[in-house]
């Protein structure tokens, strides 16, 4: 049973151009997002969070937006750079729980110059 | 770099071997975490520790286990290995234990079980 799906294995958007990535979980529970970035051979880097009280959440490039009703949150990035090129993972917890990370698949974001 | 090491990067052994992996948290991190990715699965948590007591649990099979020790870094242990152990196994640190508390990653260790 996938708490957290990320069901677009891949994304290809040109430089410049926004990039959305999208997540969606089953766990009512969960008041914690968070975006992890992996380039390969390296362990996962977070990138931004939002706690469940927000709709939305910005650092610089990126934005996360948090729709609770949907259980859906989206990652975007304006503008794209080919250095954003990795698999991005969006992960989620719940206070009360454990502070242990529930993971989607991943999709791998890849910026074309 | 994140400030976390794991040793070694890769393994290669055979079915019913045993294996440690072994993680260094970052300097004054208490809270160490495993986790495990396998080919066609997300990152999937094993098992946490803070300051050296068990802190929570995951879907983590009876034939692994782990520890921290007093020096804070913490051994993964795997044992009876089967082919689908194969994976990444990635250990995380934070400093505190709390959900909001960012969880820094190692690179990993390539386990390959043949």
């Known amino acids: 049973d996938q708490q957290v799906k990320q069901n677009s294995p891949s994304l290809s958007v040109q430089e410049g151009r926004i990039s959305i990535l999208n997540c969606d979980y089953t766990n009512s529970m969960f008041d914690y997002f968070l975006w992890y970035k992996k380039y390969p051979a390296e362990g996962p880097t977070f990138l931004i969070s939002?706690?469940?009280?927000?709709d939305k959440n910005e650092d610089g490039r990126f934005t996360v937006f948090l729709n609770k009703s949907a259980k859906h949150l989206s990652l975007h990035i304006v503008p794209s750079q080919p250095g954003d090129s990795a698999v991005y993972f969006c992960?989620?917890?719940?206070?009360?729980?454990?502070?242990?990370?529930?993971f989607g698949k991943g999709t791998k974001l890849t910026v074309n110059p | 770099d994140s400030g976390v090491t794991q040793t070694p990067k890769h393994l290669i052994t055979a079915t019913g071997q045993r294996v440690t992996l072994r993680c260094s948290p970052r300097s004054g991190d208490l809270s160490v975490y495993w986790y495990q990715q396998s080919l066609d699965q997300g990152l999937q948590f094993l098992i946490q520790y803070y300051n050296g007591e068990e802190r929570a649990k995951g879907n983590i099979l009876e034939r692994f286990s782990a520890q921290q020790f007093p020096d804070l870094h913490s051994e993964l242990n795997l044992s009876s290995l089967e082919l689908g152990d194969s994976a990444l196994y990635f250990c995380?640190?934070?400093?505190?234990?709390?959900?909001?508390?960012?969880?820094?990653f190692g690179p990993g260790t390539r386990l390959t079980v043949t």
């Open positions: 995380a640190s934070s400093v505190g234990t709390g959900h909001n508390y960012e969880q820094y």
């Open positions: 992960a989620a917890s719940s206070q009360g729980g454990s502070e242990k990370l529930v």
């Open positions: 939002i706690s469940s009280i927000k």
